[in-house]
């Protein structure tokens, strides 16, 4: 059911492209200072922690991780500042097979830096992020890897970049026939310019009330879709995940009941699950399976990157799903 080289495909799946597309990920990516406590301090409060561990992270290179662990073939278009930690972020990078020959290197700056707290107890978190390089990828950068979107790829952006900078990728994408994942994170206002050329917007419950300001998450999705974006995906924590279809229709899937130990970068791993499963011509639904699976796993385990899984690590129904690639 899961060989490689399996001929016949999901009968659903009749119609997938047979030339997968690639993950191309737009974003940011910084060093993760994490420190773990029994629960995160209130205001003014002083905690001793249990363990600090530094570990490369940001959201655009979290999700292009995950897709390259799940199997898809990524690149990756960025700035990082080479001070400081900057060398050892792209060597990492690189290390978990993402091209990162369009990762723009700024010996002028710093890299980003996110602060990250977690309880044990749950895994909670609280995190501080300072942008560094991210705030400087330009227009003109994502316009220099033009040759990077192709038909069939598959876009990926977070909001730890300058708009502009998505939206000239978008407009790329959109040109060369590719398609559009706008992983809205952190919640910050999108133009409604942008979310015209998103083919799936992915924000988690909060996000998706502060984006629509409303508290009713399927009535903040809906307005969110009537502000342009195609399909909506809301995750929900634990509780799965919201689609609501180009068509109107809204589902609930579930997630898979885990002991979670460490749910940052539960998003991202997400994501880049979900992107992994569109480059390979799964349905929206599967893909969007494949992501809950992988996220499911990573929130298992402690740490960001570290935590994310290979495909093989997957329920095997999520590894026949390569053969249409
Ligand atoms: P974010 O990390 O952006 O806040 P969520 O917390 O909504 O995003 O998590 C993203 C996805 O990760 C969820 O839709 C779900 O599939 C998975 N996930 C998160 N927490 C859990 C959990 N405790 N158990 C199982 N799956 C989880």
Known sequence: MSKPNETTSPPSEAAAPQVPGRVLVVGSINMDMVAHAQRLPAPGETLVGQSFVMAPGGKGANQAVA??????????VSR????????????????????????????????????????????????????????????????????????GAVVVAQLEVPVPAIQQAFELARAAGARTVLNAA??????????ALCDWLVLNETEAQQLAGIEDVEAAARLLQASGARELLVTLGAAG?????????MQRLPAAAVKAVDTVGAGDTFVGGLATGLAEG???????????????????????????????????????MRSLA
Do not use: K, W
């Open 241 to 249: 995940v919201l689609m609501l279809d180009a068509v109107g229709q």
């Open 67 to 76: 897709a390259a662990r799940l199997g898809a073939r990524v690149a990756f």
């Open 282 to 320: 799964c349905s929206a639904e599967q893909a969007v399976r494949l992501g809950m699976a992988a996220a499911a796993i990573a929130v298992s385990r402690s740490g960001v990157q570290s935590a994310m899984p290979l495909r093989a690590e997957l329920p095997a129904e999520f590894a026949s």
């Open 186 to 195: 952190p919640a910050l206002a999108v133009p409604p310019a942008l979310l």
């Open 80 to 151: 990082v500042g080479t001070r400081q930690h900057g060398a050892e972020l792209l060597q990492a990078l690189q290390a978990e097979g993402v091209d990162a020959s369009s990762v723009v290197r700024d010996p002028a700056v710093l890299p980003g830096v996110a602060v990250i707290m977690v309880a044990s107890e749950g895994g909670e978190n609280a995190i501080v992020y300072v942008p560094g390089s991210n705030a400087d990828l330009t227009a003109a950068d994502v316009q220099a890897a033009a040759d990077q979107f192709q038909p």
